[in-house]
């Protein structure tokens, strides 16, 4: 039997003038309300879980104190890992639903279990479940390619992809970072992680090339600056680059450029990357866009259709959006000790490790002086 869960004493984030404590506390209860008794977190009610938007979504319980739910979800996920270290894309409550490997899924992990220790304060999660990170880190650097990015998946007979993702890529890419800050935490090493982050680092930086085309999904746009592998001015020129293709003024974030389709999860994404780069009255003025998508009860529409304003998927609404928003105004507010994450604090600064064949010139945005 499940003991009554506690909520543990910490600030809950607010964006003043946009949402106040009570109403980031009201998003997080309709992400605990979808979390079944085992500690699952349903996508909507009988729904699947896929492994990434569940970590996510513990990760914004913990940050509004509902920390026995954040813990018992990655408890449940911990359950699950097979034994090479990888899960499935999608559970059901009774079984799975899409046996592919996602190796940016099998990742995650390292990401939400730092991201934990941080709002906590407290390191006795991580280190009862850091064998179930390593095997998940260990099972996705098996697939790095030699130009330092990550194939995506293995289909079901296990068959790996030839090709790589660059938002896979990147999320992997952080987590990787996560898993060396943490590792360091319990007093190891890693020194392999970090040579594995360096490589995939600097692929996503500047190798655009070595990465399948998805131009036009607005996640392979800010992904590269809300992992932390690209920075500074060159983060900043890339998002002007695509503002006016992915960002409808006024709205938020369009999922894929050919529509006016805007998706609050991606909008509240990008909001943690301009956050990333220092942009913070742009960030400060999608995440007021995003609010159009927030219900009374503080739950999200997972999208909207523009002008006409038609939900898509009809009437969806979904745990991991509501738990992006969630990490949205923790950003913007600085209210819990992991708020900077996807800023870069506390992880370790990344290596760039060019491969010996990079020469820093064709397919290289580094330049002469790559190494």
């Known amino acids: 039997m499940i003991e009554p869960a506690r909520s543990a004493a910490v600030t809950v984030p607010e964006v003043a003038g946009v949402l106040s404590t009570g109403d980031v506390l009201a998003t997080a209860h309709t992400i605990a309300e979808l979390q079944r008794p085992d500690g699952m977190i349903e996508w909507f009610p009988g729904g699947h879980c896929d492994p990434w938007n569940h970590v996510e979504a513990a990760m914004a319980l913990a940050v509004c104190g509902l920390v026995d739910e954040a813990e018992r979800a990655y408890e449940w996920l911990a359950e699950r890992q097979l034994a090479d270290g990888s899960w499935f894309n999608y559970y059901l409550a009774h079984g799975v639903k899409d046996p592919r490997l996602d190796t940016n899924v099998c990742a995650y992990l390292a990401t939400g279990l ?11 999660v991580m280190r009862r479940l ?10 996705v650097l098996r697939w790095q390619r030699p130009d330092g990015s990550v194939r995506w998946s293995l289909d079901p007979a296990g068959r790996a992809e030839s090709y790589a993702l660059l938002t896979g890529s990147s999320s992997i890419y952080h987590s990787l970072r996560c898993g060396i800050a943490a590792a360091e935490r319990l007093g190891t090493e890693r020194p392999d992680w970090e040579l594995a982050a360096g490589r995939l680092g600097h692929a996503v930086a500047h190798h655009p090339n070595a990465f399948a085309p998805k131009d036009e999904f607005a996640m392979d746009w800010y992904y590269p600056m809300l992992s932390g592998a690209l920075e500074g001015e060159r983060g900043r020129q890339r998002i002007a680059d695509g503002w006016s293709t992915f960002v409808l003024d006024g709205r938020g974030v369009r999922c894929v450029s050919t529509g006016d389709w805007v998706t609050a999860a991606e909008t509240a994404e990008c909001v943690l990357s301009l956050d990333a780069l220092g942009m913070d009255e742009a960030a400060r003025e999608l995440f007021c866009a995003g609010q159009e998508l927030r219900l009374p009860d503080g739950s999200y529409w997972t999208g909207m259709v523009f002008p006409g304003r038609e939900t898509f998927p ?50 290289c945005t580094a330049g002469p002086t790559a190494r």
Do not use: K, N
């Open 114 to 124: 730092w991201h934990h220790t941080l709002v906590t304060g407290e390191t006795d």
């Open 130 to 139: 850091w064998p179930t990170v390593e095997r998940g880190l260990d099972f």
């Open 314 to 363: 009809y009437r969806e609404r979904t745990s991991y959006t509501a738990a992006a928003m969630v990490l949205a105004a923790d950003a913007l507010s600085g209210a819990s000790p992991a708020a900077g994450l996807f800023r870069g604090e506390s992880l370790p600064a990344g290596l760039d490790l060019a491969e010996p064949e990079c020469t820093g010139t064709v397919g």
